[in-house]
């Protein structure tokens, strides 16, 4: 019998959150885009953030100010700028180089001064006709760019990378890789890597000196109020691995704020190949796809997966009558995230807190309940959880669905959603000794 077969319906009932009334402080709705955008939140694109205002509340509210603030999913480090504008030291892991890099210029304030003369500089090397400019010689950077943007981000790149102050070189990077979707024929409303030949890419030059001026009116902001309330110098690092070996001594860490990837739902490894082939993280976008927990494209094979959760085991096994290869990626995906519960589980402090930011969703039919699951494995680990917060997640801010019939990405609103979060949970648990 195929192991995925092997996952038994639990006989007692199990537990559900369903009827968690909404707390309706959390949905920040007088909230804009320009609010959510603040400081230097706004220098890049990022598929499933979290606002910075729920990331502000949870370190006020859970952690005292000497206190080290981690996120184990730190994606654009969301929580890190937030925790540096609250004056905790912080540390954060993801596996996405392309992240690191975003979160490396976003907890990072630079004179402005210094900016705008770097900026001239800069735009003084791009306004100099390139001689001898190194062109990426990659399939997928030519499937997905017209060969006068590919010219243009070569010389981009190539002036970037001569800048010689690591931060400044990491301010611009960061720019150069969120113009990169703009400037390719990538459709412009999918999140999946889908070619649009109609499409009129941007202007490469135009496009990154843009970028740039937006950014340096966010570092400007966030570098005059960390200055004001003497952070600048606070301590705030991130480092591209995996959540399962966070860089944190046993018992060092006060809180952890964290939103998990999602099972086979963004493809992180797919949204991020115009900047991870560009900047040379990887040449092989299917390889790339695997390091994520989560993605659909892990080579499983067919053993059994411990997911530490009664409710976990139900969801496998009404998954594995309607599909097997889904079952089992679920199966991991539990497996792998019991397993970043034990990991923040050793780095917490006693009596440390984990809030961890979980929507519910549904796959072939399924409801794949993520924040009951999360609960039973936080408990099996040592945690024993506090609160469990429902919160409504605001139309302007909802993420992205797969649509069940196209495939494509659209908004929760779509009725043929095939997942559903227009609510997420907040758990708030507490490590017992
Ligand atoms: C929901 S996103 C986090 C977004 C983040 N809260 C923010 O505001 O930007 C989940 C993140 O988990 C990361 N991830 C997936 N697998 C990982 C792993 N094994 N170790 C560390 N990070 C991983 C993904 O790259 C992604 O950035």
Redesign the pocket.
């Known amino acids: 019998m195929p192991a995925v077969l092997a996952y038994a319906q639990p006989e007692s009932s199990l537990l559900s959150f369903a009827d968690t009334p909404v707390t309706d402080s959390w949905a920040f709705r007088d909230k804009t885009r320009k609010d959510t955008a603040y400081i230097t939140h706004g220098y890049h694109r ?5 606002i910075p205002q729920v ?1 502000a509340r949870l370190v006020e509210t859970h952690s005292a100010p000497d206190d080290v603030v981690a ?9 890190l700028v937030e925790a540096k504008m609250l004056g905790r030291k912080a540390l954060g ?4 180089p392309v ?1 690191a890099m975003i979160t490396q210029a976003k907890i990072t304030p630079i004179n402005p001064a210094t900016v705008e003369i770097a900026h001239e500089q800069l735009a003084s090397a791009l306004d100099t006709p390139a001689l001898n400019t190194a062109m990426p010689d990659h399939e997928r950077i030519d499937y997905w760019f017209m060969p006068e943007q590919k010219r243009q981000l070569a010389h981009c790149l190539n002036a970037i990378q001569r800048v010689k102050h690591q931060n400044l070189r990491q301010f611009f990077l960061c720019a150069f890789s969120n113009i990169l979707k703009n400037c390719s024929i990538w459709a412009q409303k999918s999140n999946k890597p889908i070619r649009d030949y109609k499409k009129n890419p941007a202007h490469p030059i135009d496009a990154l000196h843009r970028q740039i001026k937006a950014m340096k009116r966010g570092n400007a902001e966030f570098y005059a109020r960390l200055q004001q309330e003497k952070y600048l110098d606070i301590p705030c690092t991130i480092d591209c ?4 070996a966070f860089p944190a001594q046993d018992s060092t860490v006060g809180l952890v704020v ?5 099972v086979t739902s963004y493809e ?1 490894g797919d949204l991020h190949q115009l900047a991870a082939l560009w900047l040379e993280h990887t040449d092989d976008v299917a390889q790339f796809r695997r ?4 993605s659909a494209y892990h080579k499983l094979t067919d053993e059994l997966y411990n997911p530490y959760s009664p409710q976990a085991q139900s969801i496998v096994c009404d998954l594995s009558t309607i599909s097997k290869k889904t079952a089992l990626s679920v199966a991991h995906y539990f497996s ?1 995230m019991a397993n970043v519960f034990q990991e923040m589980h050793r780095m917490l402090k006693p009596k440390g807190k984990a809030c961890i ?1 979980i929507g519910n969703t549904k796959l072939k039919g399924v409801p794949i309940r993520n924040a009951e699951v999360f609960a039973e494995q936080l408990d099996s680990q040592g945690f024993r959880l506090q609160d469990v917060i429902k919160r409504e997640i605001p139309s302007k801010n909802l993420p992205s669905v797969r649509n069940e019939q196209t495939g494509r990405f659209t908004k929760i609103t779509d009725k043929n959603q095939m997942m559903a979060y227009p609510t997420e949970y907040i758990l708030i648990a507490e490590k017992k000794t």
């Open positions: 990022y598929p499933a953030k979290f990331a996120d184990v999913f730190a994606g654009c480090g969301t929580t892991t993801d596996i996405n992240a691995r995996d959540a399962r964290t939103s998990p990837p999602y992180y390091l994520f927990i989560g792998s930011v």
